[in-house]
């Protein structure tokens, strides 16, 4: 019997369990949504809620106990670029929102491609696993998701932006001669 054993195991020890956790969290809030299996979408939901709440709630703390929760956070995801986009960009997005900040969409069955191509499986071929899609409720465009997480083209391109301009700045200027 199962008694008081919470948790899907997955076919998993524990720390490829936990680590599996981890990917699949910094997935969802550096892209804003994944597609992955039900059981694992059912799993990482509350994860991924809870993570939320403790940076809604580290927003109105004093500084030691804000620092107290980003490490907490950070403990769990072990990103500092994604963990800064939680208790930022993501914090703000939901301020006015009390739970719920996430949503399971299922796929289902077969459908044709917009191109024409054929049948794609939405349940995953092999073992006919149910196949979702765990996204964040209030999401951004995709460009925009990666650039609050300081990934993506145009992060990159601000980054090459600051490191030229501080080039130019530190470079001696040559002394004409005349």
């Given amino acids: 019997m ?12 524990k720390g490829h369990r936990n680590s599996l956790f981890r990917n699949m969290l910094n997935s969802l809030f550096l892209h804003g949504k994944i597609t992955t299996t039900q059981a694992k979408a059912k799993e990482i939901q509350p994860k991924a809620e809870k993570l939320i709440t403790l940076g809604k709630k580290a927003q109105d703390l004093p500084d030691h106990e ?5 490490r907490r956070a950070l403990s ?18 939901f301020d006015q929102r009390n739970g719920g900040y996430t949503r399971i ?4 069955g077969f459908r044709w491609e917009s191109k024409g191509h054929g049948k ?14 765990l996204e964040l409720v209030e999401l ?3 460009d925009q998701e990666l ?6 083209k145009l992060a990159q391109e601000e980054v090459k932006l600051e490191k030229r301009g501080k ?9 004409s001669k005349k």
């Fill in 120 to 133: 794609v499986a939405f349940n995953r071929l092999g073992d006919n696993a149910k196949r979702v899609i």
């Fill in 105 to 108: 969409l299922k796929l289902g």
């Fill in 140 to 142: 951004k465009d995709k």
């Fill in 66 to 70: 804000y620092l107290h929760n980003y």
């Fill in 2 to 13: 199962r008694h008081r054993i919470a948790g899907r195991e997955l076919n998993r020890n």
């Fill in 167 to 175: 080039k130019q700045e530190t470079k001696p200027k040559a002394k």
């Fill in 147 to 152: 650039y609050a997480a300081g990934r993506g």
């Fill in 76 to 93: 769990i995801l072990q990103d500092k670029k994604i963990v800064k986009k939680l208790f930022t960009d993501i914090v703000e997005r």
